[in-house]
């Protein structure tokens, strides 16, 4: 089920399960494919599940430039489908800065893109002051080691009801971040600082989409993601109860039937 894809120097590992039209889940920031653990069975039993750790992370080859768009990420996984033989249009869900990425994919490889999904994420660029933010915090980690994004981001992640018991999910996101290459999380940062706003251009998604957010999502609020979906024409919006930022993690079920019915109904 995992294999590994070579695109360009870096090896890429993917899990690849199921058969059928392909579905591919895109992680966020500083993760790796496994925080999509609730989808990817249930999905593989009517689709070809791919999931990615995107270039950098999970038990991909860390990232060694300075800075790594979020438009070299899409070209990455462009470059991975063909290497996987796939020359059909996907559905592309990606979370949060997977999201920014499948905004990338959507605009530079169109014809690859079938049906979009959009969790907890955003259209919008950095304000100057978050983008300095970002940077700071990649000089740090590279003096520091990863832990010192572990430390402040996980509580930002999750929702009240996951952080309020010891939850094996937010230990496994946090042993995740830490064990995360410090190159790779601030050529990301440095990447994300640059990506471009979106939503001027959000009125020309033609394919059907759906953007889907947890109701405490700290990061990418659910007025944000609202505003995301009223530029897109016909897109569908579902917002997920007791869950943070990590929606798909914290609340596989709802977030799955919401899915499921998307791509049984389309957009709205
Ligand atoms: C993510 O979950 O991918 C990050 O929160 C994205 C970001 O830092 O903007």
Request: contains cysteine; hydrophobic residues 45%; negative net charge.
């Given at each position: 089920?995992?294999?590994?894809?070579?695109?360009?120097?870096?090896?890429?590992?993917?899990?690849?399960?199921?058969?059928?039209?392909?579905?591919?889940?895109?992680?966020?920031?500083?993760?790796?494919?496994?925080?999509?653990?609730?989808?990817?069975?249930?999905?593989?039993?009517?689709?070809?599940?791919?999931?990615?750790?995107?270039?950098?992370?999970?038990?991909?080859?860390?990232?060694?430039?300075?800075?790594?768009?979020?438009?070299?990420?899409?070209?990455?996984?462009?470059?991975?489908?063909?290497?996987?033989?796939?020359?059909?249009?996907?559905?592309?869900?990606?979370?949060?800065?997977?999201?920014?990425?499948?905004?990338?994919?959507?605009?530079?490889?169109?014809?690859?893109?079938?049906?979009?999904?959009?969790?907890?994420?955003?259209?919008?660029?950095?304000?100057?002051?978050?983008?300095?933010?970002?940077?700071?915090?990649?000089?740090?980690?590279?003096?520091?080691?990863?832990?010192?994004i572990a430390k402040g981001m996980l509580g930002r992640l999750f929702g009240k009801e996951s952080m309020s018991v010891p939850n094996p999910v937010v230990a496994a996101t946090e042993e995740v971040m830490r064990s995360t290459a410090?190159?790779?999380?601030?050529?990301?940062?440095?990447?994300?600082?640059?990506?471009?706003?979106?939503?001027?251009?959000?009125?020309?998604?033609?394919?059907?989409?759906?953007?889907?957010?947890?109701?405490?999502?700290?990061?990418?609020?659910?007025?944000?993601?609202?505003?995301?979906?009223?530029?897109?024409?016909?897109?569908?919006?579902?917002?997920?109860?007791?869950?943070?930022?990590?929606?798909?993690?914290?609340?596989?079920?709802?977030?799955n039937q919401a899915i499921r019915e998307f791509l049984a109904h389309g957009s709205v």
């Amino acid at each position: 089920m995992i294999r590994k894809v070579q695109v360009g120097s870096v090896a890429l590992s993917v899990h690849d399960e199921g058969t059928g039209i392909p579905l591919l889940f895109v992680h966020g920031f500083p993760l790796d494919h496994t925080m999509w653990q609730g989808q990817l069975s249930a999905f593989a039993k009517d689709y070809r599940v791919i999931a990615p750790d995107l270039t950098g992370f999970g038990k991909s080859n860390p990232l060694t430039e300075n800075e790594y768009r979020m438009e070299q990420f899409a070209d990455d996984l462009a470059e991975m489908l063909r290497q996987l033989q796939i020359d059909e249009p996907v559905i592309f869900c990606g979370l949060s800065m997977g999201g920014y990425i499948a905004l990338q994919f959507w605009r530079n490889h169109r014809p690859f893109v079938r049906q979009l999904i959009f969790c907890d994420t955003k259209a919008t660029a950095d304000t100057e002051e978050i983008a300095r933010g970002r940077r700071y915090i990649a000089n740090q980690v590279v003096r520091e080691g990863s832990g010192a994004i572990a430390k402040g981001m996980l509580g930002r992640l999750f929702g009240k009801e996951s952080m309020s018991v010891p939850n094996p999910v937010v230990a496994a996101t946090e042993e995740v971040m830490r064990s995360t290459a410090p190159t790779s999380i601030a050529a990301a940062q440095r990447g994300m600082a640059a990506r471009p706003d979106m939503m001027a251009e959000l009125s020309q998604i033609a394919v059907p989409t759906l953007v889907v957010v947890g109701e405490e999502d700290a990061i990418s609020t659910v007025a944000e993601m609202e505003s995301m979906a009223n530029a897109i024409s016909n897109a569908r919006f579902q917002r997920i109860d007791n869950a943070g930022h990590m929606a798909p993690l914290e609340q596989p079920e709802k977030v799955n039937q919401a899915i499921r019915e998307f791509l049984a109904h389309g957009s709205v």
